[in-house]
């Protein structure tokens, strides 16, 4: 829809993303704790999207939809109806669970969202359960907006379908060959540093940095996320999976030189 | 002031039919495309009777306005500050289900930086056979007003 702006869809297998290749004796699709769910961008949010969820979820408050309303209610401005944004937290999963089913949610909105804003979600599994024969996954969720700033964090309870292939987040796209004379970088450079920190952010951004290069520097209001730095990580990172080869990419990355 | 004799208090049952073009506007609503939630042949071949709905959308059919009106706070200082949902199965179009809401707790502050106070409301949905379907809950904000 034109209305929509949506940089990024779910499961996207064209792009070389690898799969958690689960068969169907293993319950969890080869999951383990701390794999990550891609990460789901939408928006820049706008008033059409905003008017739709409104008759969507069939309520019409002034403090979505109209800004005289909303000033007088005591914001600057019509805000987004939280759950719009929660909604996509709940895409993401879908998306991820090729199958299965988001079983409960439970979103904290944590800030608000604006018109315009650009929402990004994040997942990371946290426990590994088996139900009825069933796997599920409890999954920590958390999404950001344009600024890098948490807007929902929260937790899912994910049922897992047999033999269901999941896809991870794509490494960093790493130039196959020369690349053009860099252009300053100036928010990659920053951006690079926060990846030692939270590793959420080393998907998205990768891939965004390289449209960065090869395009005219574009102001970012597609939906290149800034780097995420979540005040409260939901899980410190675990060792389970050692990716050191993602790390040092993002290094070479960041110069755009050495390997 | 929230008025707390509402804490407890219930909307009768009401007797939903989950429709297809209600699944589809939400679906389209929120950006999604999958076509589960638009073409019944695909839910069919997926094994379900109808359209599926996604995972919120029992949010639209959990019946809290009245709760919300009867708080005595103009609707414009409320402000959703948490929402859970489980479901014990997933919704389909044609699911015929009773569902109400209560007010499951009033938590009043003097908060600097305007929150008068936060209210939990509870909804949950059953089916035919009155086997839960889903349960919401929400927790509201009720912020101060300019006084």
Redesign the interface.
């Known amino acids: 829809m034109s209305t929509k702006k949506k940089p990024q869809r779910g499961p996207d297998r064209s792009s070389g993303r690898q799969p958690f290749g689960g068969t169907q004796s293993d319950p969890f699709s080869g999951l383990t704790m701390g794999d990550e769910v891609p990460s789901f961008t939408r928006g820049p949010i706008d008033r059409v999207r905003i008017a739709r969820y409104a008759g969507a979820i069939d309520e019409y408050s002034v403090m979505h939809l109209d800004d005289a309303g909303a000033r007088a209610g005591g914001m600057p401005q019509v805000y987004v109806q939280p759950m719009l944004a929660g909604a996509w937290c709940a895409q993401m999963l879908t998306d991820w669970l090729q199958g299965g089913r988001v079983v409960k949610i439970d979103l904290r909105f944590v800030k608000m969202v604006w018109p315009g804003d650009i929402i990004v979600s994040h997942g990371r599994v946290s426990h590994l359960r088996r139900e009825a024969e069933r796997g599920r996954v409890e999954v920590d969720v958390w999404a950001e907006n344009q600024r890098g700033e948490l807007v929902i964090r929260g937790a899912a309870l994910c049922e897992l379908k047999p033999g269901a292939v999941l896809l991870r987040p794509p490494p960093p796209v790493l130039p196959r060959k020369a690349p053009p004379a860099p252009l300053p970088l100036a928010q990659p450079a920053k951006k690079a540093a926060a990846p030692h920190k939270t590793k959420p952010a080393v998907k998205k951004p990768a891939a965004a940095k390289k449209l960065k290069k090869h395009s005219a520097k574009k102001p970012a209001t597609k939906a290149k996320p800034k780097k995420s730095k979540p005040k409260t990580k939901p899980k410190t990172r675990t060792a389970t999976k050692a990716k050191p080869v993602r790390i040092a990419a993002k290094r070479s990355h960041k110069k755009g030189a050495k390997k | 002031m929230i008025e707390r004799s509402l804490l407890g208090r219930q909307t009768p049952p009401s007797h939903v039919l989950v429709e297809k073009g209600?699944i589809r506007?939400?679906a389209?609503?929120?950006?999604?495309s999958?076509p589960l939630y638009y073409e019944e042949s695909a839910a069919q071949a997926?094994g379900f009777s109808s359209l599926v709905a996604?995972?919120?959308f029992a949010?639209?059919l959990a019946t809290t306005?009245s709760l919300r009106n009867a708080l005595g706070v103009?609707?414009?200082?409320l402000l959703?500050?948490?929402?859970?949902?489980?479901?014990q199965r997933?919704i389909v179009a044609g699911d015929r289900l009773t569902v109400w809401s209560r007010v499951a707790d009033i938590q009043e502050r003097e908060a600097p930086g305007g929150v008068l106070g936060v209210v939990t409301l509870e909804s949950e949905g059953h089916d035919e056979s009155g086997a839960l379907v889903f349960k919401c809950r929400q927790q509201i904000i009720v912020?101060r007003?300019?006084e």
């Open positions: 209600a506007r939400f389209e609503a929120i950006g999604e999958n997926a996604p995972p919120t949010t639209t306005i103009p609707e414009q200082r959703l500050s948490e929402e859970a949902i489980e479901s997933p912020r007003g300019r």
